[in-house]
Protein backbone atom coordinates (compact mmCIF):
# COMPACT_ATOMS: atom_id res chain seq x y z
CA UNK A 1 0.00 0.00 0.00
CA UNK A 2 1.46 3.27 -1.61
CA UNK A 3 1.59 6.25 1.58
CA UNK A 4 -1.85 8.29 2.50
CA UNK A 5 -1.53 11.80 1.35
CA UNK A 6 -3.40 14.52 3.47
CA UNK A 7 -4.96 17.29 0.81
CA UNK A 8 -7.08 20.07 1.14
CA UNK A 9 -8.39 23.36 -0.81
CA UNK A 10 -10.70 26.19 -0.61
CA UNK A 11 -13.42 26.93 -3.31
CA UNK A 12 -10.96 28.32 -5.53
CA UNK A 13 -9.21 25.28 -6.14
CA UNK A 14 -12.50 22.79 -5.41
CA UNK A 15 -12.33 21.13 -8.97
CA UNK A 16 -8.63 21.29 -8.98
CA UNK A 17 -8.48 19.43 -6.22
CA UNK A 18 -11.02 16.42 -7.13
CA UNK A 19 -9.01 16.06 -10.56
CA UNK A 20 -5.33 15.73 -8.30
CA UNK A 21 -7.14 13.45 -6.30
CA UNK A 22 -8.28 10.99 -9.19
CA UNK A 23 -4.49 11.32 -10.38
CA UNK A 24 -3.22 10.43 -7.25
CA UNK A 25 -5.37 7.61 -6.54
CA UNK A 26 -5.10 6.26 -10.13
CA UNK A 27 -1.18 6.28 -8.83
CA UNK A 28 -2.13 4.11 -6.19
CA UNK A 29 -2.12 7.05 -3.27
CA UNK A 30 -4.28 7.07 -0.48
CA UNK A 31 -5.82 10.51 0.16
CA UNK A 32 -7.19 12.00 3.23
CA UNK A 33 -9.57 14.96 1.90
CA UNK A 34 -9.38 17.66 4.48
CA UNK A 35 -11.76 20.33 2.35
CA UNK A 36 -13.77 21.81 0.82
CA UNK A 37 -16.29 19.55 -0.28
CA UNK A 38 -17.76 22.47 -2.59
CA UNK A 39 -17.64 25.40 -4.76
CA UNK A 40 -18.97 27.70 -2.19
CA UNK A 41 -16.90 30.41 -0.53
CA UNK A 42 -14.79 29.81 2.13
CA UNK A 43 -11.27 30.88 3.65
CA UNK A 44 -8.11 29.24 2.72
CA UNK A 45 -6.25 29.19 6.28
CA UNK A 46 -9.08 26.93 7.88
CA UNK A 47 -7.93 23.90 5.16
CA UNK A 48 -4.53 24.51 5.70
CA UNK A 49 -3.85 24.40 9.71
CA UNK A 50 -5.86 21.61 9.19
CA UNK A 51 -3.86 19.48 6.27
CA UNK A 52 -0.67 21.32 8.68
CA UNK A 53 -1.39 20.26 11.56
CA UNK A 54 -2.24 16.49 10.49
CA UNK A 55 1.41 16.64 9.05
CA UNK A 56 2.93 18.16 11.95
CA UNK A 57 1.33 15.33 14.46
CA UNK A 58 2.65 12.45 12.23
CA UNK A 59 -0.42 11.46 11.01
CA UNK A 60 0.52 11.94 7.38
CA UNK A 61 3.83 12.29 6.27
CA UNK A 62 2.88 14.23 3.42
CA UNK A 63 -0.01 17.29 2.74
CA UNK A 64 -1.35 19.07 -0.96
CA UNK A 65 -2.81 22.45 -0.29
CA UNK A 66 -4.55 23.72 -3.15
CA UNK A 67 -6.11 27.87 -3.61
CA UNK A 68 -6.38 30.59 -6.62
CA UNK A 69 -2.39 30.61 -6.27
CA UNK A 70 -1.28 28.60 -3.75
CA UNK A 71 0.46 31.73 -1.91
CA UNK A 72 -2.26 32.00 1.01
CA UNK A 73 -2.24 28.42 1.85
CA UNK A 74 1.55 28.01 1.81
CA UNK A 75 1.50 31.67 4.18
CA UNK A 76 -1.07 29.83 6.24
CA UNK A 77 0.42 26.07 6.56
CA UNK A 78 3.94 27.57 7.40
CA UNK A 79 2.41 28.79 10.42
CA UNK A 80 2.40 25.46 12.15
CA UNK A 81 4.87 24.42 14.16
CA UNK A 82 7.35 21.84 11.97
CA UNK A 83 5.76 22.16 8.61
CA UNK A 84 7.88 23.40 5.48
CA UNK A 85 5.18 24.54 2.58
CA UNK A 86 6.18 25.51 -0.87
CA UNK A 87 4.55 26.98 -4.03
CA UNK A 88 6.26 25.45 -7.02
CA UNK A 89 4.57 26.39 -10.61
CA UNK A 90 7.17 24.23 -12.24
CA UNK A 91 9.30 21.00 -11.54
CA UNK A 92 12.83 22.09 -10.66
CA UNK A 93 12.14 24.05 -7.71
CA UNK A 94 9.64 21.32 -6.76
CA UNK A 95 12.84 19.07 -7.05
CA UNK A 96 14.71 21.31 -5.12
CA UNK A 97 12.13 21.83 -2.35
CA UNK A 98 12.19 18.13 -1.82
CA UNK A 99 16.00 17.55 -2.24
CA UNK A 100 17.40 20.43 -0.39
CA UNK A 101 14.59 21.76 1.95
CA UNK A 102 12.85 18.05 3.09
CA UNK A 103 9.47 20.38 2.25
CA UNK A 104 6.00 18.13 3.66
CA UNK A 105 3.69 20.33 2.28
CA UNK A 106 3.38 21.26 -1.84
CA UNK A 107 0.62 24.23 -2.35
CA UNK A 108 -0.20 24.55 -5.86
CA UNK A 109 -2.13 27.22 -7.40
CA UNK A 110 -5.02 26.40 -9.53
CA UNK A 111 -5.23 29.35 -11.37
CA UNK A 112 -1.59 28.91 -12.03
CA UNK A 113 -1.01 25.48 -13.26
CA UNK A 114 -2.91 23.58 -15.61
CA UNK A 115 -3.95 19.87 -14.39
CA UNK A 116 -1.23 18.26 -16.64
CA UNK A 117 1.71 20.73 -15.65
CA UNK A 118 0.52 20.00 -11.72
CA UNK A 119 0.28 16.32 -12.34
CA UNK A 120 4.22 16.85 -13.43
CA UNK A 121 5.02 18.97 -10.36
CA UNK A 122 3.50 16.51 -8.18
CA UNK A 123 5.18 13.41 -9.42
CA UNK A 124 8.47 15.08 -9.11
CA UNK A 125 8.22 16.14 -5.96
CA UNK A 126 6.58 12.75 -4.49
CA UNK A 127 9.36 11.08 -6.54
CA UNK A 128 12.35 13.14 -5.13
CA UNK A 129 13.87 12.07 -1.75
CA UNK A 130 15.62 14.75 0.84
CA UNK A 131 19.64 14.47 0.50
CA UNK A 132 20.28 15.06 3.57
CA UNK A 133 24.08 15.64 4.64
CA UNK A 134 24.79 19.83 4.76
CA UNK A 135 20.96 19.80 3.59
CA UNK A 136 19.88 18.25 7.29
CA UNK A 137 22.21 20.73 9.11
CA UNK A 138 20.29 23.56 7.43
CA UNK A 139 16.68 22.17 8.01
CA UNK A 140 17.61 21.62 11.58
CA UNK A 141 18.20 24.97 11.96
CA UNK A 142 14.63 25.86 10.83
CA UNK A 143 12.96 23.42 13.14
CA UNK A 144 15.27 24.67 16.23
CA UNK A 145 13.68 28.11 15.04
CA UNK A 146 10.73 26.99 14.48
CA UNK A 147 9.82 24.27 17.17
CA UNK A 148 12.70 24.90 19.34
CA UNK A 149 13.88 21.44 19.46
C1 LIG B 1 -9.60 33.23 -3.40
O1 LIG B 1 -10.20 34.18 -4.24
C2 LIG B 1 -8.08 33.38 -3.46
O2 LIG B 1 -7.70 34.55 -2.85
C3 LIG B 1 -7.41 32.18 -2.81
O3 LIG B 1 -7.82 31.02 -3.46
C4 LIG B 1 -5.90 32.13 -2.84
O4 LIG B 1 -5.41 32.35 -4.12
C5 LIG B 1 -5.19 32.92 -1.83
O5 LIG B 1 -3.96 32.92 -1.74
Known amino acids: MMETIAIGSDHAAFEFKEEIKKYLESKGYGIRDFGTYSPERTDYPDYAFKVGEAVSAGEYEK ?3 FCGTGIGMSISANKVKGIRAVVCSEPFSAKMARAHNNSNVLCLGARVVGIELAE ?15 HQERVEKI ?3 DCGR
Open 120 to 134: MIIDTWLNTKFEGGR
Open 143 to 145: TKY
Open 63 to 65: GML
